[in-house]
């Protein structure tokens, strides 16, 4: 079971005290890399033996860690507080199956009040950190552990940010709804991972690739950003294509950006060359991409 899951499950078992004791742990996290009890008392007001029995509690689940020099909150806790937030705001009100799970992310499908299915992403950037920190030392470092939720906060605000302003260009990507520090909710795409699909799922390959560059000339030419990482692992079909994953996008002044524009063009380019035998050029196709030409060399040998 994921953490993200195990949220899910203890979510409702949670008194007012426990919300309380996490939420003083997140919030002194910014000022201690492990949160000394009496720090967790004051921010509190609750007796020293209220703050162990809920931290007691909290660390039976799985939401918390004891370190060196006090407690710490780990992934699974991070968890708790984006998933319960949603939940208050009525965004969603029941987790379902897994999406997928990559090196720095687990997906899931959820639901909201009205019954709208839409999925959530967390962040998990230092997964194998946390684990070989884990495995390999009687207590976690703090200091690791803080960078790391910091780092997948950041990453999830990113790409909120990206979502945004890909929508406003016109790229097909998923709709944004709302971010709770490191996990996005978006809109379901019932597409399939361009490298799951088979030859005879693509009706028309060069079709799609013309359709999948127009997508990145809308990112560079209206909102002057380079996606960064866009390969067969992160396009979406459903008959057309969609744009997933964000995070790493820059804009058009960022001074790798000319070179992370041409990787993703080559990137998808190698893909149907291999997949579907489609040639491209990569000059005349920068050239679309960034608004300098109009044509598109395609052709399908």
Not at 21 to 39: G, Q, Y
Not at 70 to 94: C, P, Q, R
Request: proline content about 2%; aromatic content about 10%; glycine content about 6%.
């Amino acid at each position: 079971m994921s953490s993200a899951q195990q949220a899910a499950k203890s979510i409702r078992d949670l008194e007012i005290e426990d919300w309380s004791v996490l939420k003083a742990l997140e919030k002194s996290m910014a000022i201690h890399e492990s949160v000394p009890l009496l720090r967790l008392q004051k921010e509190t007001g609750y007796y020293r033996e209220q703050v162990e029995f809920r931290l007691s509690r909290l660390n039976y689940w799985g939401f918390v860690m004891k370190s060196r020099y006090g407690y710490i909150m780990n992934t699974a806790g991070l968890d708790l507080l984006a998933l319960h937030s949603f939940v208050e705001k009525g965004l969603i009100s029941g987790m379902g199956s897994s999406v997928g799970m990559g090196k720095e992310s687990d997906v899931f499908n959820v639901i909201n009040d009205s019954g709208q299915n839409s999925v959530i992403k967390f962040y998990r950037i230092g997964r194998t950190s946390f684990r070989s920190t884990r495995k390999n030392r009687t207590y976690v470092s703090a200091a690791t552990q803080h960078q790391w939720l910091s780092i997948n906060v950041g990453a999830a605000q990113k790409e909120a940010e990206g979502l945004t302003k890909a929508a406003e260009a016109g790229v097909r990507v998923p709709h944004f709804i709302a971010r709770d520090r490191h996990a996005v909710l978006m809109s379901k795409v019932d597409g399939m991972m361009l490298f799951r699909c088979k030859k005879s799922d693509v009706d028309d390959p060069p079709k799609l690739l013309k359709e999948i560059f127009a997508n990145m000339k809308l990112a560079y030419t209206k909102a002057k950003m380079v996606n960064g990482d866009i390969s067969e692992y992160n396009i979406l079909y459903d008959g057309e294509p969609w744009i997933i994953d964000w995070p790493q996008f820059v804009l058009d002044s960022h001074a790798n950006a000319k070179e992370l524009l041409q990787r993703d063009i080559l990137k998808p380019a190698a893909f149907f060359k291999k997949r579907y035998g489609i040639e491209t050029d990569a000059e005349s196709t920068l050239s679309f991409v960034t608004g300098k030409s109009r044509a598109l060399k395609i052709l399908q040998t």
